[in-house]
């Protein structure tokens, strides 16, 4: 097989949405499989790559040859992606983290009231796993984080991309039919401080291909 792209590197994914609980059996989460970083976790270790895969709560089976840490809530994946990236190259931020988690988690499963009074839930906002690495001064992987838009996708994820201080950023229009949650096709666009490239729709297993061609020479180049 010809040379491989990522032979000896050491990549992070985080994949799946987060789920964040308000009581022992309810939480808040988003419709998000993780087939993307699945994929992404699966092309990195073809191409060579030593995997640590940070999984959300989804249906998945692990990829060959990756090491998978499973979690629950932000807060968790925030600890377990800190930890998997003081020891990596390039780090992919392909998860769903749920942007607020609630204010308090109740021991005791919460009740319903005896009258119908409205009830109100307090959130907090979680922290942001992949600005937080990608603003690290020391031992920074090269980091690239996702973006789902509706409207203005190039310029929201570049807004993203800056804002975030990524090195590279993959935007998906999630309104266009058959693309981006739960679907097993895809259509980005690729973009860093050097402009951008749109990537056709694809299956996720063949963009994620691609996307870990890209990354791996633009990790190269830094
Ligand atoms: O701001 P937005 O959620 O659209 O940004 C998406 C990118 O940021 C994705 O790469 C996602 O994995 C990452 N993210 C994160 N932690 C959060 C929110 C988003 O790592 N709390």
Do not use: W
């Amino acid at each position: 097989r010809p040379q491989q792209s990522l032979a000896g590197r050491k990549v992070t994914i985080t994949a799946g949405p987060t789920r964040e609980a308000l009581d022992p059996v309810r939480y808040l989460s988003n419709h998000s499989s993780g087939k993307m970083g699945f994929a992404l976790a699966a092309a990195a270790q073809r191409a060579g790559a030593e995997v640590t895969l940070i999984a959300g709560p989804v249906n998945l089976a692990t990829p060959a040859g990756v090491k998978r840490v499973d979690v629950t809530g932000a807060l968790e994946m925030r600890d377990a992606a800190e930890r998997a990236a003081d020891l990596c190259d390039i780090f992919i931020g392909a998860a769903a983290v749920a942007d607020f988690r609630p204010a308090e988690v109740a021991e005791q499963k919460i009740k319903k009231r005896d009258d119908n009074s409205e009830e109100t839930l307090a959130l907090i906002k979680n922290p942001d796993i992949v600005a937080g690495i990608a603003a690290r001064k020391e031992r920074r992987p090269f980091t690239v984080g996702f973006a789902a838009e509706t409207e203005k996708v190039v310029e929201h994820a570049q807004g993203k991309l800056a804002r975030k201080k990524l090195d590279m950023i993959v935007a998906n229009d999630v309104s266009v039919a058959d693309s981006g949650f739960n679907s097993d096709r895809n259509a980005v666009t690729v973009i860093d401080a050097n402009g951008s490239m749109a990537l056709p729709s694809a299956l996720k297993t063949e963009l994620a291909e691609q996307l870990i061609e890209i990354i791996a020479a633009k990790a190269q180049k830094q």
